[in-house]
């Protein structure tokens, strides 16, 4: 028994499936640029409340830096603030990425947005219980004066991994508007 199509539906059967692909080109824009966000949003807030309370804005810079200079970092000056922001850019970077590649164009932002902040709990809880204490004790003291702060820093974190559908979808239509213009031309010449 031969099948039978209709014009119409071979046509339009193309854009349904595109909808829902998105490249991995797309989901790695959309995790990077994600992984940036949260890590401004992180960091700023930290920073923000470093220097509210005394502490001196730089801190939690030199206390991430503290992971490659050890104690040295609170004094170090520029490089041990360099070191702790790009250890910070770093692994927001590959977590906001993991993180797109687990999530669609359809993805609920709510859904997200709660799993960001899962995220967010989680990462906090294993940098208190496992990270902190036996791969950076300079950090662990610092963060041990503003225990809430790094829990709202955490949450900020997971808040801005929530937004990863939405650059996901900013990335994957401009892929779709692009084919969806190629695809009439070629149509027509059928």
């Given amino acids: 028994m031969v099948e039978r199509y209709s014009y119409n539906a071979v046509a339009e059967a193309p854009s349904v499936d595109s909808a829902d692909r998105i490249s991995w080109g797309s989901k790695l824009v959309a995790g990077i640029i994600d992984g940036i966000l949260s890590a401004i949003l992180m960091m700023g807030f ?3 409340y470093s220097s509210a309370t005394g502490a001196g804005v730089t801190m939690p810079l030199k206390a991430l830096g503290a992971l490659v200079y050890g104690v040295e970092a609170l004094v170090a000056g520029s490089m041990a603030m360099l070191a702790g922001a790009g250890i910070q850019l770093g692994f ?6 993991l993180f797109a590649l687990c999530m669609s164009r359809r993805t609920s932002i709510v859904a997200t947005m709660f799993a ?5 709990i989680v990462i906090w ?10 791969m950076d004790p300079t950090m662990a003291a610092r963060i041990a004066l503003m225990p809430m702060a790094y829990f709202v820093a955490h ?6 991994l929530g937004l990863t559908p939405v650059f996901i979808r900013t990335f994957s239509k401009k892929r779709h508007e692009r084919r969806r213009a190629e695809r009439p031309a070629a149509a027509l010449s059928i």
């Fill in 46 to 48: 930290m920073m923000a």
């Fill in 125 to 134: 809880v294993a940098m208190e219980l496992v990270v902190l204490p036996y």
């Fill in 92 to 97: 927001s970077i590959v977590l906001g990425i």
């Fill in 116 to 120: 960001g902040i899962a995220v967010g």
């Fill in 155 to 160: 949450l900020l974190y997971g808040i801005g």
